[in-house]
T-cell receptor, first 110, second 117 residues
């Protein structure tokens, strides 16, 4: 079945460091791909999405490119802030349902 | 627009007791989902409604879990009797027909954190 694999956390970085969180997927057909973020005590929020191959999703300085050839959707940010500390989930949409990865906890130290 | 509303935010019960969660989706959203998020894991779909009909409940443990969406708006998820392994955050999400058609994802509520002791 469809699945998503994320790099394991936790990830700890210093403020202004470069961030990459890896995500790969397995799916039949052509899913849409998403990154969701969960701040402490809050629900899941859509961070960015890409609906077809080579699309780049971006929001709040985060970017991810839909790479069909490598079945990947890695999340990147050039300079992280303390406020980016959260759990990040990669997900794909297939048959009207979201399938999530296990999440990556990110902590940014000042 | 108002978001997806869920209540209660927290619930602690003893095993073998029953519990119910409530969800009010975004107005006009035809599709409603319940997800279970166990600590340290990604959310897992329990059930999907389209209006007041069930589209997919293949992952719902039907011996103890039930859900309904009367009148195609609000939804309740019930667990009876609860087990220790049901401790999790229960997330409700909704999406419009357009979001579903174009795979745009959905909007999640803040969730209900259930602790079974």
């Amino acid at each position: 079945g469809d699945s998503v694999t994320q790099m394991e956390g936790p990830v700890t970085l210093s403020e202004e460091a470069f961030l990459t969180i890896n995500c790969t997927y397995t799916a039949t057909g052509y899913p849409s791909l998403f990154w969701y973020v969960q701040y402490p005590g809050e629900g899941l929020q859509l961070l960015l999405k890409a609906t077809k191959a080579d699309d780049k999703g971006s929001n709040k300085g985060f970017e991810a490119t839909y790479r069909k050839e490598t079945t990947s959707f890695h999340l990147e940010k050039g300079s992280v802030q303390v406020s980016d500390s959260a759990v990040y989930f990669c997900a794909l949409s297939a048959d009207q349902k979201l399938v999530f990865g296990q999440g990556t906890r990110l902590t940014i130290n000042p | 627009e108002a978001g997806v509303a869920q209540s209660p935010r927290y619930k602690i019960i003893e095993k073998r007791q029953s519990v119910a969660f409530w969800c009010n989706p975004i107005s006009g959203h035809a599709t409603l989902y319940w997800y279970q998020q166990i600590l340290g894991q990604g959310p897992k779909l329990l059930i999907q409604f389209q209006n007041n009909g069930v589209v997919d409940d293949s992952q719902l443990p039907k011996d103890r879990f039930s859900a309904e969406r009367l009148k195609g708006v609000d939804s309740t998820l019930k667990i009876q009797p609860a087990k220790l392994e049901d401790s999790a955050v229960y997330l409700c999400a909704s999406s419009s027909s357009r979001d579903v058609l174009f795979n745009y994802g959905y909007t999640f509520g803040s969730g209900t954190r259930l602790t079974v002791v």
